[in-house]
C-alpha cells in the first residue's frame, strides 16, 4: 500500500476529485495548508500599502491505496490539478505498513 500526499491549488479540488472519482478512489482527507515553493509568496497591495504574502493557501489530500492503483492515481491528479504554471504542487508516494478500520478491526487492503 501506498500514501499519496497531494498539494494541490484550492481551486483546483473539484476536478481532482471528479478525476480520483472516475479513477476509483472512493475515500481521501483533504487539509487545508499553507506553505510556499519556488516562487516564495507574493506581493499583494491592501489599502494603499503592499505587503508580503509569503506563505499561500494550499490543499493536502492524502489518500492511501494499493501499490497497484498508483500510477493511475497519479496520473489522474496531475492532469486535473495542473494548470501548467508555477505553484501547480507537489506529489508525494510513501509507504503504507498497515492499515486498520477501526470499527471492525479489518487490516491491509480491506480497510481502505
Same mark, same amino acid.
Given at each position: 500500500?501506498?500514501?499519496?500526499?497531494?498539494?494541490?491549488?484550492?481551486?483546483?479540488?473539484?476536478?481532482?476529485?471528479?478525476? #480520483?472519482?472516475?479513477?476509483?478512489?472512493?475515500?481521501?482527507?483533504?487539509?487545508?495548508?499553507?506553505?510556499?515553493?519556488? @516562487? &516564495?509568496?507574493?506581493?499583494? #497591495?491592501?489599502?494603499? @500599502?503592499?505587503?508580503?504574502?509569503?506563505?499561500?493557501?494550499? #490543499?493536502?489530500?492524502?489518500?492511501? #491505496?494499493? !501499490?497497484?492503483?498508483?500510477? &493511475?492515481?497519479? !496520473?489522474?491528479?496531475?492532469?486535473?490539478?495542473?494548470?501548467?504554471?508555477?505553484? !501547480?504542487?507537489?506529489?508525494?508516494?510513501?509507504?503504507?505498513?498497515?492499515?486498520? &478500520?477501526?470499527?471492525?478491526?479489518e487490516k491491509?487492503?480491506?480497510?481502505?
Amino acid at each position: 500500500m501506498k500514501k499519496l500526499e497531494c498539494i494541490i491549488r484550492p481551486y483546483k479540488l473539484e476536478e481532482v476529485k471528479e478525476a #480520483l472519482r472516475n479513477v476509483g478512489v472512493r475515500g481521501m482527507t483533504v487539509c487545508q495548508v499553507r506553505g510556499f515553493g519556488r @516562487s &516564495r509568496g507574493h506581493t499583494e #497591495l491592501y489599502r494603499g @500599502s503592499e505587503y508580503r504574502i509569503e506563505f499561500v493557501p494550499k #490543499l493536502k489530500l492524502e489518500i492511501i #491505496l494499493p !501499490d497497484e492503483n498508483v500510477a &493511475r492515481v497519479i !496520473d489522474a491528479v496531475q492532469q486535473a490539478a495542473s494548470t501548467g504554471k508555477i505553484g !501547480d504542487g507537489k506529489i508525494f508516494v510513501l509507504p503504507v505498513k498497515e492499515t486498520i &478500520r477501526i470499527r471492525t478491526g479489518e487490516k491491509g487492503v480491506g480497510a481502505i
